[in-house]
């Protein structure tokens, strides 16, 4: 299944969420889902990347936040890695 990209707003920033997926869905692996990707704009300077994740019957969000989009995306990547360790602890008791 393809994640839902919401936010974009032209081409460019479409074409950069689908690497920001590409990139979150290695960071994920196995049978981890990218269900949502998100960008969106928390006053004038920061930009928020957030994205809704799952196994099984468990969903999370992670959100990284930055003044650009490819700062928002390297937090979103450092966020993801504790999230998702919680996450498999989740699913498995």
């Excluded at 032209?10 to 994920?28: C, K, Q, S």
């Excluded at 196995?30 to 099984?56: F, K, N, Q, S």
């Amino acid at each position: 299944m393809t994640a839902m990209l919401r936010g974009a707003t032209d081409d460019a920033t479409t074409r950069y969420l689908e690497e920001v997926a590409a990139d979150i869905n290695g960071l994920l692996g196995t049978g981890i889902e990218l269900i949502e990707l998100a960008i969106e704009a928390d006053g004038p300077d920061v930009v928020v990347l957030r994205a809704r994740y799952g196994m099984a019957d468990e969903t999370i969000e992670s959100v990284g936040r930055g003044d650009s989009v490819i700062e928002a995306h390297a937090r979103l990547r450092g966020t993801i890695v504790g999230d998702r360790v919680g996450l498999g602890l989740r699913v498995l008791v």
